[in-house]
């Protein structure tokens, strides 16, 4: 999930709520759109290797 933050960067979060915390865990933050698009593919990508 992407969200907008204050200051025009981007952030990514996981899917998933940590049920530790009840919030979802920061993925990255990134100063485009397109760099956190990109970096959300790459986690999906290494996620599938097994």
């Given at each position: 999930?992407?969200?907008k933050i204050r200051?025009?960067?981007y952030r990514l979060?996981?899917?998933?709520t940590n049920p530790r915390t009840g919030?979802?865990?920061n993925l990255g933050t990134f100063?485009?759109?397109?760099?956190a698009l990109k970096h959300e593919r790459?986690?999906?990508y290494f996620?599938?290797?097994d």
């Open positions: 999930m992407i969200r200051g025009g960067k979060y996981s899917r998933k919030r979802r865990r100063a485009n759109r397109a760099g790459e986690i999906q996620k599938r290797l």
